[in-house]
């Protein structure tokens, strides 16, 4: 694999046929991240998950909240025909106007009568932020 500086990177991806795209988000590691980490991400493969706040119409987007409440656009490429709702842990890439992109999005089970803790599930993620040392699940930006 080569290695693209990150300021040529977004060129990259503009170039890429859609299944060098789903194939580069899926076969390399992504980072958790929340709302807070998401402009540091941009154009670059991440996972998020988040309970569903509403989704459009033609079920092309979608709003998910974070742990914190704060809330980010995901954009399939295909609209969703059934039922979403709850938690989803989306994969996908950030846009320049930190939209995600979604790849793959898969909506989590809740056990009965225990809901998923998505301000704990943040804490793990800022955790695994501040000591990437101990959790070595980041990619580092090439530049």
Same mark, same amino acid.
């Given at each position: 694999?080569?290695?693209?500086?990150?300021?040529?990177?977004?060129?990259?991806?503009?170039? +890429? *046929?859609?299944?060098?795209?789903?194939?580069?988000?899926?076969?390399?590691?992504?980072?958790?991240?929340?709302? *807070?980490?998401?402009?540091?991400?941009?154009?670059?493969?991440?996972?998020?998950?988040?309970?569903?706040?509403?989704?459009?119409?033609?079920?092309?987007?979608?709003?998910?909240?974070?742990?914190?409440?704060?809330?980010?656009?995901?954009?399939?490429?295909?609209?969703?025909?059934?039922?979403?709702?709850?938690?989803?842990?989306?994969?996908?890439?950030? *846009?320049?106007?930190?939209?995600?992109? +979604?790849?793959?999005?898969?909506?989590?089970?809740?056990?009965?009568?225990?809901?998923?803790?998505?301000?704990?599930?943040?804490?793990?993620?800022?955790?695994?932020?501040?000591?990437?040392?101990?959790?070595?699940?980041?990619?580092?930006?090439?530049?």
């Amino acid at each position: 694999m080569i290695a693209v500086p990150a300021r040529y990177r977004a060129l990259f991806l503009l170039s +890429a *046929s859609p299944r060098d795209d789903m194939s580069a988000v899926l076969d390399n590691p992504r980072p958790r991240i929340n709302h *807070s980490m998401l402009l540091q991400h941009i154009g670059r493969p991440v996972c998020f998950v988040g309970r569903v706040e509403k989704v459009s119409p033609n079920g092309k987007t979608f709003t998910v909240a974070d742990g914190e409440s704060r809330t980010v656009t995901v954009e399939l490429n295909e609209p969703h025909d059934g039922e979403l709702n709850g938690v989803v842990e989306v994969v996908g890439m950030v *846009s320049n106007k930190g939209v995600l992109m +979604a790849t793959t999005y898969s909506m989590l089970q809740e056990a009965k009568g225990v809901p998923f803790d998505l301000e704990l599930y943040n804490e793990a993620v800022k955790i695994i932020r501040d000591f990437p040392q101990h959790y070595p699940f980041h990619v580092a930006a090439s530049g």
